[in-house]
């Protein structure tokens, strides 16, 4: 078998992959892209823009049944989740033909659909989805597979039908009751979404409080939130056994107060993510991954292995798209402009699209206390935001954590209406290091949401 040459060769499309791809290709090195099913990775094709446009569709049946509260009539409100999901795929497919074509027309740039796995440290084996295998070289080599949805061991498990957060989103018909199992991120976006479908949902959580790794008042607050959506949530739950049964599955749960069984017509498996790396056959290159299977890097995004690179998501830490991208900034900047990029101390923005979304970036006020520093707590109800008001999106609260002596903003966390858009500003002035007072006193628009801040730091005021 031939080897074919390549400066670089980059294992999977995700979100690092096509800007990565194209900055090494404009400057005259010759790229493979290797790509197993579907370019643009798991933001793409099964997270964020599928998952968001599912959001808006879900926001829009909340707010006309809520239409009378803005005085306006609408009638029965009816969701046809055929056309929900036409409008889905849509987007989806929008997205990925765009990179795809562009990956496809750029100079420098080899895309090969197959499944690559090591040679050795310096070679990959392509089985080609066409037919046949082909062996590529490259003085780099990049791994940006990504991760899927973890399906633990539970018994029973094996023996139903079960949805993940992938295959939920090709569902064209409503569930009954849908049942979910985890009480993070994942599993509060559908839950909430399905419910504003129309479905009856149970979120299960085997953690005493949702999100646990928000700060108590934070969890408690979004719980009330989907309780007034008609959510039921049973934290401090575990799963101990799953059976099928005509209409669909029954749970069996121990509470700590004995057991019960809740059945449903649906079961979603949103108990976190494993890495892609499992097909890699990364042993003949030698390249370590911990326990859980996430490749080791460097704060330069190394491995162990020389020339041999993990970004995205395959390398664990936060498994967020912009992080993703951020990876490809720092191999670009070391590559081609000879600087010393590092993922140490960059700030890890996340928004949650619940509805209201919850925005964190920073240090949260648990983490603070945990770490001794000397801080401030600024809270603000979102009742006190004349624009939440005006808008009837009042639920929530936004609050900012600062140091005591330097009035430095250390981090953020806000659960109201376009919270991801209001935590972006606190974000660029912690990045600009103003302190808070330049913010409580900043002119901004009257009336909109960032208005708010002024208000936020005003109750760290004396009183």
Same mark, same amino acid.
């Given at each position: 078998?031939?080897? %074919?040459?390549?400066?670089?060769?980059?294992?999977?499309?995700?979100?690092s992959?096509?800007?990565?791809?194209?900055?090494?290709?404009?400057?005259?090195?010759?790229?493979?892209?290797i790509?197993?099913?579907?370019?643009?990775?798991t933001?793409?094709?099964?997270?964020c823009?599928?998952?968001?446009?599912?959001v808006?569709?879900?926001r829009v049946?909340?707010?006309?049944?809520?239409?009378?509260d803005?005085?306006?009539?609408?009638?029965?409100v009816t969701?046809?989740?055929?056309?929900v999901?036409?409008r889905?795929?849509?987007?989806?497919e929008?997205f990925?033909?765009y990179?795809?074509?562009?990956?496809?027309? %750029?100079?420098?740039?080899?895309?090969?659909?197959?499944?690559?796995?090591?040679?050795?440290?310096?070679?990959?084996?392509v089985?080609?989805e066409?037919?046949g295998?082909?062996?590529?070289?490259?003085?780099?080599?990049v791994?940006?597979?990504?991760g899927?949805?973890?399906?633990p061991?539970?018994?029973?498990?094996?023996?139903?039908?079960?949805?993940d957060s992938? &295959?939920?989103?090709?569902?064209?018909?409503?569930p009954?009751?849908?049942?979910?199992?985890?009480?993070g991120?994942?599993?509060?976006?559908?839950?909430?979404m399905f419910?504003?479908?129309?479905?009856?949902v149970?979120?299960?959580?085997?953690d005493?409080?949702?999100?646990?790794?928000e700060d108590?008042?934070v969890?408690?607050?979004?719980?009330?939130i989907l309780k007034e959506?008609?959510?039921?949530?049973?934290n401090?739950?575990?799963?101990?056994?799953?059976?099928?049964?005509r209409?669909?599955?029954?749970?069996?749960l121990?509470?700590g107060?004995?057991?019960?069984?809740?059945?449903g017509?649906h079961?979603?498996?949103?108990l976190?993510?494993?890495p892609? &790396?499992?097909?890699?056959?990364?042993g003949a290159?030698?390249?370590?991954?911990d326990?859980?299977?996430f490749i080791?890097?460097?704060s330069?995004?190394?491995?162990?292995?020389?020339?041999v690179?993990?970004i995205?998501d395959?390398k664990?830490g936060?498994?967020?798209?912009?992080i993703?991208?951020d990876d490809?900034r720092?191999?670009?900047?070391?590559w081609?402009?000879?600087?010393?990029?590092?993922i140490?101390?960059?700030l890890?923005?996340?928004?949650?699209?619940?509805?209201?979304?919850? %925005?964190?970036?920073?240090?949260?006020?648990?983490e603070?206390?945990?770490?001794?520093?000397?801080h401030r707590?600024a809270?603000l109800?979102?009742?006190?935001?004349?624009?939440?008001?005006e808008?009837?999106?009042t639920?929530?609260?936004?609050?900012?954590?600062?140091?005591?002596?330097?009035q430095?903003?250390l981090?953020?966390?806000?659960l109201?209406?376009?919270?991801?858009?209001?935590?972006?500003?606190m974000?660029?002035?912690?990045?600009?290091k103003?302190p808070?007072?330049?913010?409580?006193?900043a002119?901004?628009a009257h009336?909109?949401?960032?208005?708010?801040?002024?208000?936020?730091?005003?109750?760290?005021?004396?009183?």
């Open positions: 078998m031939s080897t %074919a040459q390549f400066d670089t060769v980059i294992i999977g499309t995700g979100q992959a096509k800007p990565l791809a194209l900055a090494l290709a404009r400057a005259g090195w010759k790229i493979a892209v790509e197993r099913e579907h370019v643009g990775g933001c793409i094709n099964v997270g823009t599928p998952t968001k446009t599912l808006a569709s879900a049946a909340y707010l006309a049944r809520r239409s009378k803005y005085g306006v009539g609408t009638g029965p969701v046809d989740m055929r056309r999901y036409k889905k795929r849509r987007m989806v929008s990925r033909n990179v795809q074509k562009t990956l496809e027309k %750029a100079a420098n740039i080899e895309l090969i659909f197959g499944e690559a796995r090591f040679k050795n440290a310096k070679r990959v084996v089985e080609l066409s037919g295998t082909r062996e590529l070289e490259g003085k780099r080599i791994i940006n597979t990504g899927r949805a973890a399906a061991a539970i018994p029973g498990l094996d023996r139903i039908p079960f949805l992938s &295959s939920i989103m090709d569902l064209t018909e409503l009954r009751h849908l049942i979910v199992l985890g009480g991120y994942i599993g509060l976006e559908f839950c909430q419910r504003r479908f129309g479905a009856r149970t979120v299960v959580n085997r005493p409080r949702l999100i646990l790794r108590p008042d969890s408690a607050e979004v719980e009330k959506d008609g959510i039921a949530i049973l401090s739950t575990q799963v101990t056994r799953l059976e099928k049964i209409t669909g599955v029954r749970v069996v121990e509470t107060k004995g057991s019960r069984r809740i059945s017509s079961l979603l498996l949103a976190g993510r494993v892609n &790396s499992d097909r890699l056959n990364l290159a030698g390249v370590e991954t326990a859980s299977g080791k890097v460097n330069k995004l190394e491995t162990n292995v020389p020339d690179y993990a995205g395959v664990g936060p498994a967020f798209t912009h993703s991208y490809f720092i191999l670009r900047e070391n081609l402009n000879g600087g010393n990029a590092t140490e101390g960059r890890v923005p996340n928004c949650m699209f619940i509805d209201p979304q919850l %925005a964190t970036v920073g240090l949260n006020e648990t603070a206390q945990r770490r001794g520093i000397d707590v809270k109800s979102m009742r006190g935001v004349a624009r939440a008001l808008m009837s999106e639920r929530g609260f936004m609050k900012a954590i600062v140091d005591a002596k330097t430095q903003i981090g953020c966390t806000v109201g209406v376009e919270g991801g858009e209001i935590m972006s500003m974000q660029i002035a912690m990045m600009g103003l808070f007072p330049a913010i409580k006193e002119i901004f009336p909109t949401l960032a208005e708010s801040l002024n208000n936020l730091f005003m109750t760290l005021d004396p009183r």
